[in-house]
């Protein structure tokens, strides 16, 4: 008879170790050290009863190692049979297995037994990092407005009364339609001329549905043109999709005023 089975307090831990078919394993040769968990531990951790008899048996082995622990001070990692690792932790104030407390020292005719206060639960290992999907950048492109300063349209060319100075409004804008993922970026611009009117903006997608819609990122605004001046407007979205693929578009605009 094990002398875990003839402690009141691990009844739990017995009938869980026989059922999974490890209590004749912890009867070996050994030398053993098995840190316990007492019948308070388990109620405590509330196991569903549809728990899978491997991840029962993979807690269990977690609890149990190689060769006789002896209690020294200092905090000491050891492998357990499952693989994964533990510490002890002895102080003039505490003697612990990772968070548990440890108790009672039960020696064994093949190692040591600790009683603990808690059920130790192996690390969860994370989760790979899925592969990057299919490239989402479905149907984008960009809009260009014009204006002059009275509200007329531009983008098929201004001209005022006698060649006149006026000025315009160019604004940007980007659409995304028919995506199932939104992308990050920035919209760049450049417009060619003596003059320089640039406004740059940071953005992202906010999910309508099935489309994006991302509107309004850069004006280039009460720009200063002539009759007969053509203006070339270079812009550039970089951006990536959700997935990490190249987003990036490019266009040009050209106005030709009076």
Known sequence: EAIIQTIPELSTLVSVLDATGLLPELGGPGPLTLFAPTNAAFEALN??????????TNVLLYHV?????????????YTALNGDELVVTVSE??????TANIGDTYPASNGVVYIIDAVLLPPVNPSPTPA???TQCTLRFLEVNCVNL??????EGYGGANGSPQSVTIEYSIRN?????AFLGELLADMSGPFTAMQSRNFDGAELGSAFRIDSFLIFQNVPVTAGQTVTVDSTIVANDANGADCTLSQANQFTFG
Do not use: W
């Open 47 to 56: 196991l569903p009863p549809d728990t899978s008899v491997d991840v029962v």
């Open 65 to 77: 190692v190689s060769g006789q622990i002896d209690l020294a001070v200092g905090s000491i990692p």
């Open 93 to 98: 104030s505490e003697r612990t297995v990772n």
């Open 132 to 134: 990057p999907g299919p």
């Open 150 to 155: 009275d509200g007329v349209d531009c983008s």
């Open 177 to 181: 339609i028919g995506g199932d993922s």
